[in-house]
């Protein structure tokens, strides 16, 4: 009998132990995730990571929120360049691992324009020059998503209009160390493809047969922050400019010029939070889905051109109507 009976300390410790045991699943943590961080210029994979930690977030349960803010301005031969509107918004992203070890990042983007004089979100705009008023259309693209990997990423095909493949190369990228810590990371792109807006069929919001646009990007990092394991997102501040043409919104047809955007923006620890109210009332407008980023990995991912020829219809083109064109150039007298 007394083979069988336990005392009640050791009750109790068998009765720990197996609560324990059955415990430990619930209490056990997900394996960590992994990513170099000894700082080797050279080493792809440390690009790839050092990347993804400040585009996104390699946590796949988080999703990190940027932000952007700026002045569009409009470039025209022979006279001074115009600003034409401010430019906010957001994004929101996620990650997650492939097997090959590379990251998916998927990510939704809006951006809206805003009064110069009054700072008021835009619904309509008077273009000066046309002097007409146009029904503003902001940024909304969903998704927008690449994939980070050891080699260089492909440029974004934008539904199959872009059809550029460069060699494949290791994915390295243009860093170097700044001043009191920071490190600092210049990257950009230049294209050249098929409009989605051909002028056949878009006569005023196209801007030729081709998009020529280029964008370029530099963030300054804490060279800690880069080094930190704890990290899996590194927060940044930087700088976006584009060059693109005339907004199609604008109606502009194919006038010579161009749009110029120059903006800064950052990580926002506080997501939403930190959001102006404006831009979160706008955006929730169109639909909450713009105030998270996506759960699952999905396409195609397009430019606002692309989204633009999609979602929108082709404007009526006045009688007389012709694009407007930029001042005769200066001639100096005798």
Not at 20 to 27: D, E, K, N, Q, V
Not at 99 to 125: A, C, H, K, Q
Not at 180 to 190: P, V
């Amino acid at each position: 009998m007394k083979d069988v009976l336990v005392s009640r300390r050791e009750g109790l410790g068998l009765a720990a132990l197996a609560a324990g045991m059955t415990a430990m699943p619930a209490l056990a943590k997900p394996p960590a995730v992994q990513f170099r961080t000894k700082i080797d210029f050279k080493d792809p994979v440390w690009t790839r990571d050092t990347y993804a930690r400040i585009d996104a977030d390699l946590d796949p349960a988080k999703e990190k929120c940027g932000w952007l803010k700026g002045i569009a301005y409009g470039v025209r031969e022979n006279e001074k360049v115009r600003p034409l509107f401010g430019v906010e918004g957001f994004s929101f992203v996620r990650t997650k691992r492939l097997e090959d070890g590379s990251i998916r990042r998927m990510l939704r983007e809006i951006v809206f324009y805003r009064d110069l004089e009054t700072g008021r979100l835009l619904e309509t705009w008077q273009n000066p020059y046309t002097n007409e008023a146009v029904r503003v259309v902001p940024i909304a693209n969903d998704p927008f998503n690449f994939t980070i990997g050891e080699f260089q990423p492909e440029p974004p095909s934008y539904g199959g209009l872009n059809k550029d493949k460069p060699p494949r190369k290791p994915f390295l990228q243009d860093w170097q160390y700044g001043p009191d810590g920071t490190m600092i990371l210049t990257t950009g792109i230049e294209l050249m493809y098929p409009n989605a807006l051909q002028p056949d069929k878009w006569p005023r919001e196209s801007a030729g047969p081709m998009n020529r646009v280029s964008e370029h990007f530099i963030y300054v990092v804490k060279r800690a922050d880069v080094e930190n394991p704890a990290l899996t997102h590194i927060p940044h501040i930087g700088s976006w400019s584009r060059i693109t043409p005339w907004l199609p919104w604008m109606l502009m047809g194919q006038a010579p010029g161009s749009v110029s955007y120059f903006t800064t923006f950052a990580t926002l620890p506080g997501g939403i939070n930190e959001l102006p109210a404006d831009l979160v009332a706008a955006a929730r407008a169109m639909g909450e889905k713009w105030l998270h980023a996506p759960t699952e990995d999905y396409g195609p991912s397009l430019s606002s051109l692309e989204n633009y020829a999609r979602e929108q219809k082709p404007a009526p083109v006045p009688v007389g109507w012709s694009p407007p064109q930029p001042p005769a150039a200066f001639k100096p007298k005798g």
